[in-house]
C-alpha cells in the first residue's frame, strides 16, 4: 500500500473519528448517496458510517477529499412522487415555459434575465 493510501486507512476511526478508507478501498456494503441512488435506495435516517478520503490534484480543488459512506443494509427504498405532486410538477414546469407577452408555450424554460421567450425579446430589441 502506498504512503498516500496508508494515510487515509483507518477502519478503527480512531484518527478521524469516523471509520476511513482511502480511494476504492472501502468495504462493499458502504456506498455514497449517488450509488444508493443509482441503486434506487436512500439512506433512510441513517447516519454517516464512514468515508472515503484521497488526495486531489484537481487545479480547481486541490488537496484532500472525502466522500461519506452509508451502509446498504440500511438503506430504504426511494419514495415515489404521488400524482398531486407530479401534476404540481407538470404545472411549475408550463408556467416556465410560458411567455408572459405572447402567452405561447415557448418548448424551453424562459431565460429570467429576458423574461419572455427569444422571439418577443427579439421583437422588442428591434422595436426599441
Same mark, same amino acid.
Request: hydrophobic share 35%.
Given at each position: ?8 486507512? @483507518? ?18 456494503? =458502504?456506498?455514497?448517496?449517488?450509488? =444508493?441512488?443509482?441503486?434506487? &435506495?436512500?439512506?433512510?435516517? #441513517?447516519?454517516?458510517?464512514? #468515508? ?16 461519506? &459512506?452509508? @451502509?446498504?443494509?440500511?438503506? &430504504? ?7 398531486? #405532486?407530479?401534476?404540481? =410538477? ?10 408572459? @407577452?405572447?402567452?405561447? @408555450? ?7 434575465? =429576458?423574461?419572455?421567450? &427569444? ?10
Amino acid at each position: 500500500m502506498s504512503r498516500i493510501r496508508a494515510a487515509f486507512w @483507518d477502519p478503527a476511526g480512531t484518527r478521524y473519528g469516523i471509520p476511513t478508507y482511502p480511494w476504492r478501498m472501502s468495504p462493499p456494503h =458502504l456506498l455514497t448517496r449517488r450509488q =444508493l441512488t443509482a441503486e434506487g &435506495l436512500r439512506p433512510g435516517g #441513517q447516519g454517516v458510517q464512514a #468515508q472515503v478520503m484521497w488526495r486531489s490534484t484537481r487545479h480547481s480543488a486541490p488537496g484532500v477529499r472525502s466522500a461519506y &459512506l452509508y @451502509d446498504i443494509r440500511f438503506a &430504504l427504498p426511494k419514495r415515489t412522487a404521488t400524482p398531486a #405532486q407530479m401534476e404540481a =410538477l407538470a404545472k411549475a414546469n408550463a408556467a416556465r415555459r410560458t411567455c408572459p @407577452d405572447c402567452h405561447r @408555450d415557448a418548448g424551453y424554460v424562459l431565460p429570467r434575465h =429576458l423574461g419572455t421567450c &427569444l422571439d418577443c425579446a427579439e421583437t422588442a430589441e428591434v422595436a426599441a
